[in-house]
């Protein structure tokens, strides 16, 4: 091992300032709030089939937001110097329960009547929770953070630095949103064969979502061989065009859903796919910041978490639009409320790269 491999991490109690890391760790159970409340009062309106998928989806995101605050707070208080053991445990452990929470609730919903409501509420708040999963898995990535500084005052063949996640351990963490992902497509194929209405809107929803597990894939692995000391110089876009076709696949998709057909059916999925895409453009921000600075530096670092505030407009104004074209035609009405989670989701992953550029800078 050199020389300088002793030296201290860069990263210490000051580079975040106590505010703005308050700040930054609100955003996403803000969100959470939005997303819970937003899915309670929908669910409080009229009991059609709409506002009962919209609202639980909506209720659903929830446990989403809360994983991307256990990998705000895992961060941070390591960037403030106020981390211990206790929260290394208790933030991923946190989000994995809600994750499965998650998971429960959809299986109860999709089993509890047999409705076209219930199955596909069900099983996409099932994705959902295997999303929620995959975040938690970058909270306990993350558990290592700071070590990311020391690893790059490495040499590439010096191994990992002492303290790092270990072989076994790496394979594991990226091995929980791989699997997610297979679960999910095999779920979403399932679905789709049935061939019925219920099952063409849940089964692509559940695309969409593996996609996003997909690409989670890629956070998750940048993180953690970046913190065994492994990340190549021949990987550090290779996973950021794994994130890049997950989101292009989910928004040609949605164009797909949404335009090969007049049936009033396919205007939510194909809604719905074209935000998860954007989700997952908003993810790229992560991973691109991560490879973008790794050893070497960017000047522009600070402006990639603009992105997903592109992401969550971009929502926003799609679920204005269709909000408008609800009132001629109501088959817009659960893409425009689920695309105003999304908007959120998207917003709360600003506040996960800004805090990555922060803590990398």
């Known amino acids: 091992m050199n020389e300088t491999a002793r030296d201290p991490p860069i990263l210490s109690g000051q580079a975040m ?51 991307l605050f256990t990998t705000a707070a895992t961060i941070i208080r390591q960037l403030i110097d106020r981390y211990g053991r206790v929260w290394g445990i208790v933030l991923p452990l946190s989000g994995y329960v809600v994750a499965a929470a998650a998971v429960i609730w959809g299986i109860v919903l999709a089993t509890r009547d047999n409705t076209a ?29 700071t070590l990311i500084q020391s ?35 095999c779920l979403a194929t399932g679905l789709l064969v049935r061939g019925d209405t219920p099952g063409f809107v849940a089964g692509h929803v559940l695309i969409g979502l593996s996609a996003i597990c997909t690409a989670l894939i890629a956070l998750v692995a940048s993180i953690v061989r ?37 049936e009033p059916y396919r205007l939510a999925p194909g809604c719905v796919l074209i935000g998860l ?36 407009l971009t929502c926003l104004f799609f679920a204005a639009f269709l909000f408008e074209a609800a009132d ?21 992953l600003f506040s996960i790269v800004s805090i990555l550029e922060e803590g990398t800078s």
């Open 17 to 67: 300032n106590h505010t703005i890391s308050i700040i930054f760790r609100a955003i996403p159970l803000l969100m959470g709030a939005v997303c819970l409340s937003y899915g309670l009062y929908i669910l409080a309106g009229r009991d059609d089939a709409d506002h009962f998928v919209a609202g639980h989806v909506n209720v659903g995101l929830t446990a989403i937001c809360y994983a």
């Open 117 to 145: 409501q219930n199955l596909t509420a069900g099983f996409v708040v099932i994705g959902v929770g295997l999303v929620a999963a995959c975040v938690s898995t970058v909270a306990a990535a993350s558990t290592k953070f």
């Open 151 to 185: 690893a790059q005052l490495l040499n590439p063949l010096d191994g990992p630095p002492e303290g790092a996640h270990s072989r076994t351990v790496g394979a594991v963490m990226i091995t929980v949103p791989a699997a997610a992902a297979v679960v999910g497509f």
């Open 226 to 262: 970046q913190v065994r000391n492994a990340f190549s110089d021949g990987e550090r876009f290779a996973w950021a065009w794994l994130v890049g076709a997950a989101g292009t696949v989910n928004a040609v998709l949605g164009l797909f859903v949404l335009f090969s057909s007049s």
């Open 277 to 312: 895409g954007l989700i997952c453009f908003s993810i790229l921000s992560k991973v691109l910041l991560l490879a973008l600075v790794w050893r070497r530096t960017f000047a522009l670092a600070n402006r990639i978490p603009l992105m997903p505030i592109g992401t969550a």
């Open 328 to 348: 001629t035609q109501p088959a817009f009405f659960v893409g425009a409320h689920v695309l105003v989670g999304l908007g959120a989701i998207c917003f709360t």
